[in-house]
C-alpha cells in the first residue's frame, strides 16, 4: 500500500496537504490550550476564597480550643467559635468544588476548541487519502508482468482526455492493439502515476503483447 504518488505535482499536493492537516492540528492545540488557560484562570479567586477561609477556620478551631480551657465557662465560651468553624469549613469546601468545576469547564471547551476544527478537516482530507492507499494498493496487485501492463494501457485510453493521448500516439488504439511496447508501457505509465505506482521493471522491455 502507498500513502503518497510517485515524485510529482500529485506528490507535492499529497505533502502540502498533510503539512497542512499538522499544522492545523498544532494551531488549534495551541488554541485550546489558551482557552483552557483563560477559563480556569476564572477558578483562582475561588480557590484563594477557599484559601482564606481554611485559614479562618483554622483561627476559630484555635479560638475554640482556647475558649474551652477556661473553667467553667469553657463549653459556653467556645461554642460560638465551633459554629463559626463549621460555617467556614463549609464555605471552603463549597469554593473549592466550585474552582474543581470551573477548571473541568476550562479543560472541556480546551478539547472541544481542538477537537471540533481539526476533526471537521480530518472528515474532509482522511478518507482521500485512504481512498488513495486502497486504489494503490488494489493496482499493485495488478502490476506483476509486463502482461499487466495492458490493463493499465486500456484504462489509460478510456480515462485520459484525447489530447493527451496524441502526445503518446497518433493512433494509440492501433499501436495497443499492435503490441507496441513503446506506446502500451507510456499507457500504463500515465495511468499507474495515478496510483502512486512505478512502471514495474518487468514491463521496460521490448516484445510483442501476449497473445498479439
Do not use: C, H, N
Not at 482564606?52 to 482556647?66: L, P, Q, V
Not at 469549613?89 to 471540533?116: D, K, Y
Not at 506483476?144 to 493527451?164: G, H, I
Not at 497518433?170 to 496510483?195: C, F, N, Q, Y
Amino acid at each position: 500500500m502507498s500513502w503518497y504518488a510517485r515524485p510529482s505535482w500529485r506528490l507535492a499536493g499529497q505533502l502540502a496537504a498533510d503539512l497542512f492537516v499538522l499544522g492545523w492540528a498544532l494551531l488549534w492545540w495551541g488554541v485550546g490550550r489558551m482557552v483552557d488557560d483563560a477559563v480556569s484562570a476564572l477558578a483562582a479567586p475561588a480557590r484563594e476564597g477557599g484559601a482564606a477561609a481554611r485559614s479562618m477556620e483554622e483561627s476559630f478551631r484555635a479560638a475554640a480550643r482556647t475558649a474551652g480551657q477556661v473553667p467553667g465557662l469553657g463549653g459556653e465560651l467556645r461554642t460560638p467559635f465551633d459554629d463559626a468553624a463549621a460555617r467556614t469549613a463549609e464555605l471552603a469546601g463549597a469554593l473549592g468544588r466550585q474552582a474543581i468545576q470551573i477548571e473541568q469547564l476550562g479543560t472541556l471547551a480546551g478539547v472541544l476548541t481542538f477537537l471540533l476544527p481539526v476533526a471537521l478537516l480530518v472528515v474532509l482530507w482522511l478518507p482521500r487519502r485512504v481512498a488513495f492507499a486502497r486504489r494503490s494498493a488494489a493496482a499493485r496487485r495488478f502490476v506483476d508482468s509486463a502482461a499487466d501492463l495492458d490493463l493499465f494501457a486500456l484504462r489509460a485510453m478510456a480515462t485520459m482526455p484525447l489530447d493527451q493521448l496524441a502526445t503518446i500516439s497518433d493512433d494509440p488504439v492501433a499501436a495497443w492493439r499492435a503490441g507496441d511496447r513503446r506506446v502500451i508501457e507510456a499507457l500504463a505509465d500515465t495511468s499507474l502515476r495515478k496510483e502512486g505506482l512505478p512502471l514495474p521493471r518487468t514491463g521496460r522491455r521490448g516484445g510483442d503483447r501476449p497473445g498479439a
